[in-house]
């Protein structure tokens, strides 16, 4: 019975912390209230028992300085206290959960987040298949709208990819496949394409890990994967200047704008450059003014670093940085290598979602880095 109330109250918290990361249901009166508490109850609770317990981690401590440095230029510039609450909240609370979850019962904990994030993307599917033109004018579904709902899809197949990488039999299951196969669609029907290009470099790198472990290498490593996006993520927010990718955009016959990102992404840098070291400090979408448009657009960053460097400066870009550091600390400690492997493709195919969009303001991202860490941790598990 005392397992029983345990799922349902870890079952109830990870509702809530991807139903407010959903842009459709974060804009239902009651509902998003209700999830709202439960939020702020999780944030307490499992904070207190961690304390209570003594097992408060380094990710615990990485997370709440980069929302103390957050809180820097928020009070000197923004003071949009709620926004910082808000996000605050979300992303310890989602941390909180996954790392007590995890460490009570890892394979339970891993079954229970993969169970109800495979069916929130079914139940996404099944809206699109219903309602054709979306829930409202935006053409927004239950969950989600395009990009916005790429997340929940890698969320739920990295949880299930992870839940057989540390089974006994380490064998892609049935179950892995429907999830797949749901995910895929969830983002070909509205022709997703940064989704899709994620979801292909996932399962291109756990390809890749396969064949070289059958091979008797370790071909991948956490820090040249990460430094690989890093320098990705440069060259793509660059190239409108420099003209980088312009010859593969050509070949491809392609936007080199990335659907017009490149004006987003000048003015972001403009409005940086004017306070380099603590931003402008948090606001409720992270938006600012994209002074080329004709009727000038209030526009966040669409790119994660340049969000954070725009809210907080260098020293809040350190601070999130510092974040995946830790994390990777824990990757490349890992005993069972194969599990390092994977980890690392799991964090680095986030970061190439991060180069397009911002993913701060959801509970997944903190979501994905605590299973990744408490996997790490735990490296004999399976």
């Excluded at 974060?26 to 109850?41: A, D, P, R, Y």
């Excluded at 935006?138 to 739920?156: D, Q």
């Excluded at 797949?180 to 989704?195: A, R, S």
């Amino acid at each position: 019975m005392v397992i029983r109330k345990s799922r349902l109250l870890y079952g109830l918290c990870i509702v809530a912390q991807l139903s407010r990361s959903s842009a459709w249901l974060k804009t239902v009166g009651g509902w998003n209230e209700c999830m709202t508490l439960v939020q702020i109850c999780c944030l307490l609770f499992f904070g207190y028992s961690k304390v209570k317990k003594g097992r408060v981690m380094l990710l615990d401590l990485a997370l709440a300085l980069f929302y103390g440095v957050l809180l820097i230029p928020t009070v000197l510039v923004s003071r949009d206290y709620g926004s910082w609450v808000t996000y605050t909240i979300q992303g310890l609370s989602a941390v909180f959960l996954v790392e007590e979850m995890l460490s009570e019962d890892f394979r339970g904990g891993l079954r229970l987040l993969r169970n109800l994030s495979f069916c929130f993307i079914l139940l996404n599917l099944v809206t699109m298949a219903v309602f054709r033109s979306g829930l409202n004018s935006s053409g927004y579904f239950v969950l989600g709208a395009r990009i916005g709902f790429t997340p929940f899809v890698l969320l739920a197949v990295m949880s299930t990819a992870l839940y057989d990488y540390t089974s006994e039999e380490q064998r892609v299951s049935f179950f892995s496949v429907c999830c797949l196969l749901v995910g895929f669609l969830n983002l070909l029907i509205p022709m997703v394409g940064t989704g899709l290009l994620t979801l292909a470099n996932l399962l291109l790198l756990l390809f890749y890990e396969r064949m070289g472990r059958r091979a008797g290498k370790r071909l991948l490593n956490y820090w040249v994967l990460l430094g690989a996006v890093a320098a990705v993520t440069v060259i793509v927010l660059f190239q409108s200047e420099l003209g980088f990718l312009d010859p593969l955009f050509a070949l491809v016959g392609k936007d080199s704008t990335f659907d017009g990102r490149d004006v987003i992404w000048s003015c972001a840098k403009y409005y940086i450059s004017q306070r380099p070291l603590l931003g402008y400090g948090v606001t409720s979408t992270g938006a600012f003014l994209v002074f080329t448009y004709v009727n000038q657009r209030i526009l966040p960053a669409h790119n994660e670093i340049l969000n954070i460097l725009y809210q907080g400066g260098a020293l809040s870009g350190l601070a999130f940085g510092g974040l995946f550091v830790v994390v990777g600390r824990a990757v490349v400690r890992c005993r069972k290598k194969r599990l390092s492997n994977v980890c690392a493709i799991f964090i680095c195919c986030f970061c190439v979602l991060m180069i397009t969009e911002i993913q701060t303001q959801k509970a997944i991202l903190f979501m994905v880095l605590a299973m990744v860490y408490q996997t790490a941790l735990g490296g004999d598990h399976g």
